[in-house]
Every structure is written in structure tokens, then in C-alpha cells.
């Protein structure tokens, strides 16, 4: 069952960092995020979800209303909680053994609490894998974590940005200001991070009306998104850095003194990386090197997946839709298949026995889809098949964000079936009915 994050209400609701992502939109640029959903039985699971930021967690930005983070968790039907989730305390600055760290960096705000952002020696000089939210706290945090590695912002040689969500690529460009560091992420979010410079205030907003009234959601629903137009601050997406490396899925990384390689592995953002460290374990871990895992794999929280949208025109040139909840599970194959021995992730804490992780996260997702299917025996538009599905909570009790972040996340399984030939449209409904094939 999905737990529905408890995002704060109303279209004026409080930033949202990384981890959610506006079903369908693109999201207010910067809340990209990512919003990690639904976690998987059986898997560890973390306190009352985040609420997204953005992404897998859900750290503190500027959320747009509806951005929500992170829809189903882990927990079958856990009873909503009594009072608002609070961040767990940031853990301490951590030596990983073989010239790696990771900090703490905050996430304002956010009940993810904090991104985890790692520290890697080369012959070069440190190179950072991701930055954390761009907030006056989250950068002392950053220089004070670096400062107890014995190296400053000064000394960096370089940044990789495991995806574009404000709560890993929030402090980059400041990062290489004061450093002279270069950045480097993947194509694909690369795009989007150039396109999220470039949309106006509020581009947002039509977006996610258009995929709502699309969906069948009640006109008033709709009509909620224009009390945020008035309010609407500048997302943190516009003033985004635009990076000056590229990250190539199977490259080993130009960091002399070091092997680690780019994994690519879309579903969270369509750009999403994940980078091998393909060095022994300094530890004597059993498996292949460790692995930095972005948001793509967390060892309590399910990376939310909706829809890439704004992506999809490059992705599609036959027309044919993306499918990111399918690129998120073949990405996860990818990563079982590395083996490594530990995974460093972003949020939360390392762990090991990656394999295992990704079948939870497999059973889980199957078992989603199982469920739409079931429901699709009768004919629903997305807003009813949302509306049907289970969370952790009566959907009547689920607030206004947290309903637009089930929408997407909804319609990303929905797309899989479409994809899989086992839903289609029924012709001539409007808004759109699907029925299971
Ligand atoms: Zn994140």
C-alpha cells in the first residue's frame, strides 16, 4: 500500500525540496525533486514520509503546490501521523574508509532532513558527489563537513551531480564560484536543467492545470492551483548552474588516482546517474566496489516516480510516450547486477546487499501495478484510478499536494501498463478513460 506523504496543504504549502515531483509537470524548476515514494514492505521503512522535496525524500525547498513529495511508503497502512514528521538528526560527518566521506548537508524545512553529500580524494585534489539544498544553513553545513575532512570549498577539484533536484544540485554553482571546480551531470538533466532556467514564474502552474484537467480532476481542484499563482516565488530551478562536464553512462570518470564510472540509471529524473566506485573495499566488503546511489536506491524510502513530461518530446521521437516507471526498473536491474558490496545513497544511511534492495523495490512495484490492473477492470480516468487506489490514508483525508503527487505517480505506473499493452485508452472518453486489456 502507499503511504501518502503529509504534505502541507493548500496551494501556499511551504517549499518542498527534492524530493517530489509534480505529477506530469515538470515541476516548478528546482522542485524537481524527487521525491521518493512508496517504499516497499518489508523494506526498513522510514518515519512518516517526507514530505518530497523534489525527490526521493523529501527535503525542504520551495515546493510548488501539488509538488508533494513522496506518495506510497514502505508501511502498509500506517496510521497517519498525529503531529507533523520531524527530521531525524543529521548524522555525524562519516569516514567511509579509502579516501571517502560523506557530510550532512540540511535540507531546510524538509522532513528528509538532510542530503548526504560525499567527499571523494583524488590525485587532483576532493571532488564532491552532489552539493545539497542552496540555503545560507545547508552551506556552512557543507564547509563545516569539509573543514572535518581536513579540505575546504576552495580545495575542490570537481562536482558530480548524481541528477538536477535542488536538494543534490542546490549548492553547485556556488560550490564552483568560490572554487573553480567544474560540474558535471548527465545529458538528459542537463536538458532539463536549461530548460528549467528558462520557464517563467508560474509555467508551472499551467502545466500541472493542464495534467490535472486532463486527468478529470474537479474543476475546483483545478481552480486551487491559481491561489498559488499570486504567491508564486521564483523556483530555485531558475537560478540552477548549468554544468560543464557531461556524465556518459559506462565512462570511467578523468579522476586520476581513482576508477569510478557512470551508471546511468533514468526513473527518478530522466538523467538520473549512479557512480561505481570500482575499488575493493577498504573494509574487506564482500562485492564488487561500492556504489553512490543518488536517490535511485535508499535503503528505507521508495524514489518517487512520476512523469519526465517536459522530457518527453526527446524521448519519444516515434511519439511514443517515456516511460520512466519503466526506466526506473530497468535501472534497477542495472544496479543489482553491479554487485557492490556497500551503497553510499543521499539520504538516509549506507547499507549493504544492494540485490535485496532492488527486489523489494521490484515486489513492490509489481505488486502496484497488479493493483491498477484489478481496478481497471472497470473503465476510470486517472483522477478516478488515483482516487481508488490504495494509501495510507482514505483518500478524503490525503491533502491537496500530497492528491497531485499521487496523480503522477499514479499515472507513471498507468503509462507502464499502456507501454506493456496491458491498459489502453478507451476511444472516444474524454477526459480520457483506461480500461485493463
Ligand atoms: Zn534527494
Known sequence: MAHVPDVPDGPDAPDTPDESRIPGAPGPPGTPGTPRTPETPASPRHPAPPTPPGSPGTPSTPRAPGTPGPLESPTPLAPPPQSPPQPPPPPPVTDHGGGVWSLPVPIPGNPLGHTLVHLLETDRGPVLVDTGWDDPASWDALTAGLAACGTSVEALHGVLVTHHHPDHHGLSGRVREVSGAWIAMHPADTELVRHLRGTPPGGWIDLLAGKLTAAGAPAAHVARLEAARAGDREPPGRRAALPDRELVHGELLDLPGRRLRAVWTPGHTPGHVCLHLEEAHPRGGAGNGRLFSGDHLLPGITPHVGLYEIYEPARAPGGRP????????????????????????????????????????????????????????????????????????????????????????????????????????????????????
Do not use: C, K
Request: glycine share 4%; no cysteine.
Open 322 to 437: 517515456a516511460d520512466p516507471l519503466g526506466d526506473y526498473l530497468s535501472s534497477l536491474a542495472r544496479v543489482a547486477a553491479l554487485g557492490p558490496a556497500e551503497v553510499l545513497p543521499a539520504h538516509q544511511h549506507a547499507f549493504t546487499d544492494a540485490p535485496g534492495r532492488v527486489r523489494e523495490l521490484l515486489a513492490h512495484h509489481r505488486a502496484r501495478l497488479a493493483e491498477l490492473r484489478a481496478l481497471l477492470r472497470t473503465p476510470r480516468t486517472l483522477w478516478q484510478l488515483t482516487g481508488s487506489m490504495a494509501w495510507n490514508r482514505p483518500w478524503a483525508r490525503i491533502p491537496y499536494a500530497s492528491r497531485n503527487i499521487a496523480v503522477a505517480e499514479a499515472e507513471a505506473h498507468l503509462r507502464h501498463l499502456v507501454a506493456r499493452r496491458l491498459a489502453e485508452a478507451v476511444p472516444g472518453s474524454h477526459p480520457v478513460a483506461y480500461v485493463a486489456v
